[in-house]
């Protein structure tokens, strides 16, 4: 019997460091991946793919900022649908391609995501993630001043817009994500962690300027979807202990309890292999498998013969 697995793609899924951020390399980028998943497909499990879109929105957003005097520019929730829908767009059609290639007759669609996240979470008294172009600190100041950003120095590089990333509350729509994989149809979702939204006093929703860590994200639709197993993507084969020392080692198959052992030691660095630990640690802790590896290798990691696997 196949499973049903939640696929977090990494931003290198999309375009790789130092590469010209041109609609052509994206999407030959997105095929290479797709191809991958198609390789899943075949193998008779059903797949929901949710990716990153850091880069793209980074480039919306500076598209804003040069246009500004001649196109009014959008907030940052509406440029995050609008990375979304242009990814998802490119997914859908390569996994369509490499479907038809591999013999297989799946429905794939990609869904507009929004996600719910709590207008008092803590995220929002202490914004922290780096958004779109650097600035100088007086171009910075300037822009804090005038559009009431609150703005950082960003590794000695440069000032940045940063705005909140706060935890996802539920993926909106993850009933009927269920649904249609319920019956074989492969569904893009939640991309870039999902259009970012608060629930109201009235019960509508509204937009909020934030940026949800698409790990995150990818656990909570893992765990609304009902989803079997949840595979998070990234740039390595392997999670390791001791990064960088000596006695560096590769994690392969681990229980959860080794697992939180690593992440109490203080293993995993926040801003590389923390949320993705995290995401994985919570959903073996549903009962699911979780999965850490490379692209390359995801199909390998299926059959349980590669990457990092905790159950």
């Known amino acids: 019997m196949g499973e049903k697995v939640v696929i977090a793609l990494g931003g290198n899924a999309i375009l790789q460091p130092k590469q010209a951020a041109t609609y052509e390399n994206q999407l030959e980028n997105v095929r290479k991946s797709t191809e991958i998943i198609a390789r899943i497909v075949k193998n008779g499990h059903s797949v929901i793919v949710t990716h990153g879109n850091g ?3 980074g480039n919306i957003l500076r598209q ?56 008092n979470d803590p ?3 202490n914004p922290s993630k780096p958004i779109g172009v650097f600035y100088s600190e007086e171009e910075a100041n300037k822009l804090a001043e005038e559009k009431g950003w609150i703005v950082k120095e960003d590794a000695g590089r440069g000032y940045r817009r940063v705005v909140a990333s706060p935890y996802p509350k539920s993926i909106l729509g993850s009933e009927t994500i269920k649904k249609l994989t319920d019956v ?19 019960g509508t929703y509204k937009g909020i300027e934030a940026v949800i860590d698409k790990d995150r994200s990818g656990f909570k639709l893992a765990e ?21 020392k000596p006695d560096q080692k590769a994690l392969g198959a681990i229980s959860l309890a080794e ?47 590669a990457g990092t696997q905790i159950s």
């Open 123 to 125: 995220a929002f008294e």
């Open 259 to 305: 697992a939180k052992q690593y992440e109490k030691e203080g293993q995993f660095s926040a801003g590389s292999m923390g949320p993705k630990m995290e995401a994985a640690i919570k959903f073996a802790e549903l009962g699911g498998r979780a999965i850490i590896c490379s692209l390359d290798q995801a199909d390998l990691a299926m059959e349980g013969k």
């Open 184 to 202: 074989g149809t492969i569904v893009i979702a939640s991309g870039g962690g999902g259009v970012p939204v608060i629930k109201k006093e009235n």
């Open 55 to 57: 880069p793209q929105v």
């Open 64 to 119: 804003n900022e040069e246009a500004k005097d001649v196109v009014p520019p959008f907030p940052l929730d509406v440029c995050s649908a609008e990375s979304q829908g242009f990814i998802g767009y490119m997914m859908d059609q390569t996994l369509k391609n490499e479907l038809h290639k591999a013999g297989q007759t799946n429905e794939v669609v990609s869904i507009l995501t929004q996600t719910e996240v709590d207008k």
């Open 224 to 244: 609304e979807a009902k989803a079997d197993t949840l595979m998070i993507l990234t740039d390595v084969q392997n999670v390791f202990v001791n990064y960088g």
